[in-house]
């Protein structure tokens, strides 16, 4: 299929945009989208892919490229990532453009170092080393370099998993069910279903595997209390309260009250009453001290760095500096003492985050543990077990996408003996 210049151009403005790392990417991109309303649907679609996939590429395609012309990795990235030939593009390229993508071409397969080769900061790179050896490394952040599966969660309080299947298939979807949560389903390819039925009336929603597994490890009972400490726009709530049936009392409770108007919407469409939206001033607000020692379950998913969902966010990894890791880890600790105040003695308190980094992980838990006796490590692997759930990756969850196919994430339980 062939490239015209214009489009060539248009990626080239859009690359410009997401690398200066002003926003997220996704929030860059509609910026950029609305500011050039003369694109249509494919266009967009271009755009959007080889813009995600320079920042999953970048550092590479530069190194490559020799240059940081946004023209010219505009090039790069049709070229190498979007399997286009130089035939594709003749009619984007003029005589210079042309002598640049065959020296280019000629270059792929040029040895570099493994850090840029596989596209990560030579911090990270190091961090990840130490953190899993060689080997996970590299097949971790190879995974990386690939775009995000789309997931979908069903609504048990509207329909099934089989009814989800079976309507989306025959709307020439290629839907599966997904090999661990009960509730998944991966589409493959990139459809556009915001306007989908199914999603307009929530009988499905948006959400990774790997962080509907998370809903799993906090297992709700229908009568207990719960609260969701930093439920931002509230897909896990939304998950724990169809877990609870609609039933007991569950409270999502964030400091951003952007982030939580979020919720309102797909809270609305879910078919739940148990669920109260309540923002706080700071984690050690009134409304949490009122609550203190009266929830049954607790969920933290706490602010991290996010390099679980590279392969949707490749952002991330440029816009993160090595310092981000401490300073969020000191956060989450404060943030995880502050919500353990409200777990009753049996109840439990699950720590979770979308980072792959112990520093952020099984670091903040162990400090957690050695400052609050009354708590102690629990079994997520039993937890699945009672959930239909074929998955053991030890006493805490931890699921990586290069071994389990979703974003990475973990959770561990905390149980509160005293």
Same mark, same amino acid.
């Given at each position: ?19 200066? =790392? ?81 020296? !280019? ?44 599966? !789309? ?28 090999? =661990? ?193 009354? !708590? ?43």
């Amino acid at each position: 299929m062939t490239v015209r210049a214009s489009e060539i151009a248009a990626l080239a403005a859009a690359i410009g945009e997401v690398r200066r =790392f002003a926003t997220p990417a996704d929030s860059g991109l509609a910026v950029f989208f609305r500011a050039h309303r003369e694109f249509g649907a494919r266009d967009r679609a271009f755009i959007a892919d080889g813009a995600f996939a320079y920042l999953r590429r970048k550092r590479s395609l530069e190194a490559l490229a020799g240059t940081d012309d946004p023209q010219r990795l505009a090039l790069a990235v049709v070229l190498r990532e979007m399997g286009r030939s130089l035939r594709d593009l003749a009619p984007a390229l003029n005589a210079a453009d042309d002598l640049w993508a065959r020296a !280019f071409k000629s270059r792929l397969h040029n040895a570099l170092p493994p850090a840029v080769a596989h596209d990560v900061p030579d911090w990270l790179w190091d961090r990840l080393g130490t953190a899993y050896g060689d080997d996970t490394r590299a097949a971790l952040t190879r995974a990386w370099q690939d775009p995000a599966p !789309f997931d979908l969660r069903v609504n048990v309080m509207k329909t099934t998993r089989e009814a989800a299947l079976a309507a989306l298939v025959a709307d020439g979807l290629a839907a599966t069910a997904t090999p =661990f949560s009960p509730l998944g389903i991966r589409v493959t390819g990139r459809p556009s279903l915001a306007r989908h039925p199914w999603l307009a009336d929530g009988r499905l929603e948006v959400q990774d595997e790997g962080s509907q597994l998370v809903g799993y490890a906090v297992a709700p009972r229908r009568s207990d209390m719960v609260v969701d400490f930093c439920a931002g726009a509230g897909g896990k709530t939304l998950l724990l309260g169809s877990l609870m049936r609609g039933q007991g009392r569950l409270y999502a409770f964030d400091v951003a009250a952007e982030r939580l108007a979020k919720l309102t919407p797909r809270l609305a469409r879910s078919g739940l009453s148990n669920v109260h939206p309540q923002v706080l001033a700071h984690e050690r607000d009134v409304k949490v001290k009122r609550l203190a020692g009266k929830i049954d379950r607790v969920l933290v998913d706490a602010p991290c760095t996010g390099f679980g969902t590279l392969r949707r966010n490749p952002d991330l990894k440029w816009r993160q500096p090595e310092s981000a890791v401490a300073e969020l880890a000191a956060k989450q600790a404060a943030i995880l003492a502050a919500a353990a105040t409200l777990v009753k003695p049996g109840g439990r308190l699950v720590y979770a985050t979308c980072s792959v980094l112990p520093d952020e992980n099984e670091d903040v838990v162990a400090d957690f543990l050695a400052a609050h006796p009354s !708590f102690a490590l629990g079994d997520v692997a039993a937890d699945l077990v009672r959930a239909n759930i074929a998955l053991d990756t030890g006493r805490t969850l931890k699921v990586l996408p290069h071994l389990h196919g979703c974003d990475g994430f973990f959770a561990a339980v905390l149980e509160r003996r005293t």
